[in-house]
């Protein structure tokens, strides 16, 4: 068939170039404040601060396990005391050594005090062993110890917190923390090893000449004050990083999770994705290269001074031997307790550089920790009643951060018991801020919300949270079996028939039965026998959760939004059939199935501006009918 002129042109006609990928926008960490600790840190006030960085680690493994912290306390004082045997053995053994007369009798003058270094050696070496292994057993635990309380933290804090700007940071770095615990126990240990050793070395060498305690000393400063400068770098790069790795992370999970895999590759995604996910990893990689190089002209640095302050010390030694002020016997004594005084004083700074790093890690962690504390919901003992006749809103004002305008502005409603309420309007209408307020997971920022007179700000927010269900908008995906995922781990009865009455009122029972495990079946394909579910079939098991507990406060957020017709209908005629005995809130945008509400309440712009029945606001001129008719417009 001969092309048209319009179709040869439009065949012709290259498609325009399209715009580079948007680079991602940097994103910055906002609490500046955890890195003064490390950046007002000279190498005195190091040292300064390191009993209270032990007693601090004591205390945390104290609470593990005391029996094996008394071991590895013990086994560090005994291997110390070998090291301090061992050398005053040697010294003693060095004289006959390399003293006059036959070898033989030099050797048989010698042989009790070498056998004592052996015995000593033998002592040393038993109790590292026995002290490595108590460290072993003490390590996961304090790991354990520290995440568990991280997470406790974060499950803990009022809801309005994880709205905070710079909670994911705090998070982030915290969970750094967590990790340094590891490294943080090790460090301990081989710090006071090293430093007991040294007092061993140090008392054997002041014993030997007075001079040579200063001058060793002197030696190994130059490697420790570079040690704490390097240490300061790795610090403040980490934290500059801290905005970067948390935003990476959270894109890691949505470019990686099945949940979205089909938006991913539908919609060519891919390509971008990767871009932005190998643009940050960059970031991260350059600014994490250029610390590199700035801790090594450190290191170099520091070589340098310590090698010509190690070169004055054997200079000195060199000295008093030959002008005699110590004989080669005790100069030989002098050079093995160098060596070992050398060798742990150079340990004893980098564990303890070592060591307080680790623990300004974990001083983000503690200090998270005590925040998330501080944050955690305390507004008072006053109990929530157990059947609340009546929730009422008066004058109620809330407000995210960073939004110019309130999601909740002067709010004023009253919800009975018996009664069915549906909630409708517009996306951002501040339905679901309702919802939280209904059930304290929000506190107003003006007014009061109030159970029979109770005000939730006043409550304990456990005896609220253990009169209500919900089913939220977003809801988990668990991977529990299908009895916990429905019972959430808190059985109500000793059988499952409770539970498999909750699976006939949101029509599961088809599905559950054709499981190979039934109730006990995996809700998770990517686990091993694990199997998974449709969207309408996890939005079921939602639903389950709350009508299980058969709770007073019934409130549920767009609960049919993936189910089909006959799913949705059963949903509905459940919440009819339950309502009389409890307060039901349902927020949908399928306005047909507010025909079995009780009463309808509109919102807009956060404020109510219709309530009644369905057969009145469908023809009342506002915007519920608005909305009803642009929905059968279809």
Known sequence: MPKTADTADTAETPAPPRPPLPEPKEVRCRDAGVRDAFESASFLQLCSRIPALLAQIARMAWEVDRRDVLVLVGCQLLSGTAAAVGLAATARAMTPVLGGGLVPDRIREALPALIVVAVAAAVARVTYGVASWAVSRLKPRLMTAADVALVEAVVSVELAALNRADFADEHEAAETGAIRCDRMLYDAQAFMSALIRLVAACG?????????????????????????????????????????????????????????????????????????????????????????????????????????????????????????????????????????????????VHYCTSLFHSTLYLGDWKRFVDRTRALAPNRGRETAPAHPETIRFENVTYSYPNKARPAVDGLDLTLRRGELVAVVGENGSGKSTLMRLVTGLFTADKGTVSWDGVDLANADPDTVWARTGLVPQFFAYWPLTARENITLGQPLTWDDDRVWETVDLVGLRPTVEEFPEGLDMLLARELWGGVNLSGGQWQ???????????????????????????????????????????????????????????????????????????????????????????????
Request: hydrophobic share 50%; proline share 3%.
């Open 204 to 348: 054997v060498l002041t014993v030997l000449h007075p001079l040579m305690l200063p001058v060793l000393v002197l030696a190994v400063l130059p490697s420790g004050a570079g040690a704490v400068a390097e240490a300061k770098i790795e610090h403040r790069t980490h934290y500059a990083n801290v905005s970067r790795r948390n935003v990476k992370g959270m894109m890691r999970w949505h470019v990686t999770t099945p949940r979205l895999a089909d938006e991913v590759r539908a919609n060519s995604m891919r390509a971008y994705l990767m871009f932005w996910y190998r643009t940050v990893s960059h970031r991260i990689d350059e600014r994490i290269v250029e610390a590199a190089g700035l801790g090594l002209r450190v290191n170099l640095l520091a070589a340098v001074a310590g090698g010509a302050c190690l070169t004055l010390a054997w200079t000195t030694l060199v000295w008093l031997t030959v002008t005699g002020r110590v004989s080669f016997a005790v100069s030989a004594t002098a050079v093995v307790a160098v060596r070992a005084a050398l060798g742990n004083l150079t340990n004893v």
């Open 540 to 634: 079921r098991i939602a639903c389950a959760r709350a009508l299980y507990r058969r709770p007073p406060v019934l409130i549920l957020d767009e609960p049919t939004s993936e189910l089909d017709a006959r799913g949705e209908h059963m949903i509905f005629q459940a919440l009819k059939d339950m309502a009389k005995d409890r307060i039901t809130i349902v927020v949908t945008h399928r306005l047909d199935n507010t025909r079995i509400a009780d009463r309808i309440v509109v919102m807009e712009h956060g404020r109510i501006t219709e309530q009644g029945p369905f057969d009145r606001l469908v023809t009342a001129g506002g915007l519920f009918q608005e909305l009803y008719a642009l929905s059968q417009d279809r």
